[in-house]
């Protein structure tokens, strides 16, 4: 596909950038779990991995963004957040505790905040107009195959090696990331400082912010619908279907590298056709995901399961571009800071609550709760959810 940006070498540093934090997530995400569980966890200690550094995510993604648009600065805070990350791991490496490691993997999300809405307002601030929805689906496609090599490294280095020596391997990559963008990266010489304005005052004079306010409700009550298996899902794999770490992670790999080809032809025709129907389609996804899951009892299933589930991030990305349409160039990073936040703040509540209803049920039951919220979620979106019409002004 051709890349087509104002900036093309900006956009090449925060893709490399930002697949090498992917790989770090991924890795963090389906491991630690597993490392909690081996270790005695309970399903709600497990779940606790997403809470803790899901809720504190919440408060750093809107926070970056706020700060990012108010100095006009997206590079700073990718370079530094990716670098901040790197001593956390290491302490990681040498600590036996699983709940200061759950604290630490927490604190990794201070600094993601800085990362996340700053790279995907940068990939925004130097895209043409009829190029956003593309761009970032690039950029979403390149972030889920970070996401699903993550797993697969971290079962192989785990079975051949050692905890510790993951967690080593997980700094040296996030040492790499800021590297690359420190050389390679760059700020859009259009966005300026906002110094002389209020941090909040760009928000409140959005003609568009109820249509902001409905793509949060419905991500809010999709991503839950997410949440709620959480890192509890790989357990399962692990526990009761038997699968060991390195087909857990190969699973993983290969369902998030289907949606990984997909992303980009998802961004592309939502800048042809708009947005709203391919925010139903993710969210299609997953409801189709949770109930293949619920029946579920060999590989085949589990793997046509995974490849649904990690379309998830459709309604994400697209979701980005639909904000990055309605919104003055000047608060984007707030803007997606704050659909960050709602989307941290949803998987927080998820996970913690996903762990309570296993402890008290099953996951199965769980998997049939699960599909109720996309579905929520697509009737909201379908009512109440106006397309950009400065989408389609832009091809005129």
Known sequence: ?????????????????????????GIST???????????????????????FAGLNFFSNLFWGLVSDYFGKRKLFIVLGMAFIVPIFILMSVQKDIFLLILLRGSTAIFKGAIVPCSWALVSDISPPRKVGSNMGVLSSIE??????????????TDRLSFSI????????????????????????????????????????????????????????????????????????YDDLGLSRTMVGTVSLIGTGVATLIQPIIGLYSDKYGRKRFLIL???????????????????????????????????????????????????????????????????????VGGYIITLTSIRTLTLISIIFPIVSITIVLSLLKESLTLFKNKD
């Not at 596909?1 to 997530?25: G, P």
């Open 1 to 25: 596909m051709h890349i087509n940006t104002y900036d093309n070498r900006s956009f090449y540093a925060v893709c490399v950038t930002n697949f090498l934090l992917r790989v770090e997530w």
């Open 30 to 52: 389906s491991m630690l779990p597993l490392y909690v569980h081996e270790h005695g966890g309970s399903p709600l200690e497990v779940g606790f991995i997403f809470t803790i």
């Open 144 to 157: 889920m195959a970070g996401f699903a090599l993550g797993p697969a490294l971290g079962g192989l280095i």
């Open 166 to 237: 993951l967690w080593i391997f997980v700094a040296v990559i996030c040492l790499a990331g800021s590297i690359v963008f420190l050389f390679f990266g760059s700020d859009s010489p259009m966005i300026k400082s906002n110094t002389r304005k209020s941090l909040f005052e760009g928000i409140k004079k959005h003609e568009s912010f109820s249509k902001i306010f409905v793509l949060c409700i419905s991500f809010l009550i999709f991503l839950f619908g997410m949440s709620l298996l959480g890192p509890n899902l790989n357990v399962y794999l």
């Open 282 to 352: 993710g969210a299609l996804s997953l409801t189709l995901g949770n109930i293949v899951l619920f029946f579920a009892q060999n590989l085949s299933f589990v793997l046509i399961a995974q490849i649904l589930i990690s379309n998830y991030n459709i309604f994400q990305f697209i979701g980005s571009a639909y904000i990055s349409d309605v919104i003055p160039q000047k608060e984007k990073s707030t803007m997606l800071g704050i659909f960050g936040s709602v989307g941290s703040l949803s998987r927080s509540l998820g996970a913690i």
